[in-house]
């Protein structure tokens, strides 16, 4: 008897437990992924484009494939600049925080093989010229997005991954290199710094760049060296459009210093000058910052 009540309370006990049956399925929600990009400066560049194979999640220390991404697809990122996005899926992962995902791309190392007859990522120029895009050598093909999100049970949570292809884009060896910076955002816990630019300054382009507060240094101006870009850690940028107003999409509430800069096309000018501390908050309207080239401040 003591024998078939000790039986009895095993089973009870892994019943309970779960152990011998069949494991209760993970809690989920969705993850609606965005595609963004700050532009670029050459304006010689007519398109800069990516093939994404796969995106993947990391979880309990490894990375897991989104299956509801049905790649390869290709994006001219280009097209997204300016507050513009496309939808990329919407994934189904199970509930939780997450702090990066990843991007893995149709694209060939530095050195390894032959260039490819049909790349999947390449660069556009005016006149429809194209030239490869490379990973950089020892790198891999996989390109982690990062930022905080949290997927909430049954819910969905929007977020965009912000590739900034100024940064993104370098010319070494007469190769074209991608070296992405991508930021995760999400949507409803994002702002934007936009207004109008009276451009008395002689340069055909303006380009305004925003730094977290008190993060600019006098070094940032400098030429690029190696396979870095001017104004290395800005946070964003955005370009005076044929309307005259720029727009600086996707920031996280806080307060920013805008460095505003003179270009001819691709060749940089000079600074024109500063605007220090402008308050940015995640919920409309956007904060308005009209900027006249002739009265900005000399320093931050």
Not at 57 to 62: E, F, P, V
Not at 179 to 189: A, F
Not at 276 to 294: F, L, M, N, Q
């Amino acid at each position: 008897m003591k024998r078939f009540l000790l039986v009895g309370i095993i089973l009870a006990v892994l019943a309970a437990s779960g152990v011998g049956c069949e494991t209760l399925e993970q809690e989920t929600g969705t993850l609606e992924l965005y595609l963004s990009d700050a532009p670029i400066d050459a304006n010689n560049v007519t398109g800069v484009y990516i093939t994404i194979a796969e995106i993947q999640y990391h979880r309990d220390g490894q990375w897991l494939i989104c299956e509801e991404f049905d790649g390869p697809k290709t994006y001219n990122l280009l097209e997204l600049s300016g507050g513009n996005s496309t939808l990329l899926g919407e994934l189904i992962l199970p509930a939780g925080h997450y702090t990066q995902i990843r991007f893995m791309l149709d694209i060939p190392e530095v050195g390894v093989g032959s260039p490819p007859a049909n790349p999947g990522c390449y660069i556009e120029f005016t006149g429809n010229s194209t030239e490869p895009l490379f990973v950089p050598s020892g790198g891999e093909t996989g390109y982690k997005a990062i930022g905080q999100f949290t997927v909430p049970i049954n819910g969905t949570v929007k977020v965009t991954a912000d590739f900034d292809v100024r940064k993104a884009v370098v010319e070494a060896s007469s190769l074209y290199i991608l070296k992405p910076t991508i930021r995760l955002i999400v949507n409803n816990q994002a702002g934007s710094i936009r207004g109008e630019i009276t451009n008395n300054s002689g340069y055909t382009d303006i380009t305004v760049f925003a730094y977290e507060d008190g993060t600019w240094a006098a070094a940032e101006a400098d030429d690029p060296v190696g396979e870095e870009s001017r104004f290395p850690n800005a946070i964003t940028s955005g370009k005076m459009c044929h309307e005259g107003d720029y727009v600086l999409a996707l920031l996280a509430a806080g307060t920013y210093d805008l460095v505003v800069t003179g270009y001819n096309g691709a060749d940089f000018g000079e600074i024109l000058g500063f605007i220090s501390d402008v308050v940015v908050v995640s919920v409309p309207p956007p904060t308005i910052v009209d900027i006249d080239t002739d009265d900005l401040e000399d320093s931050l």
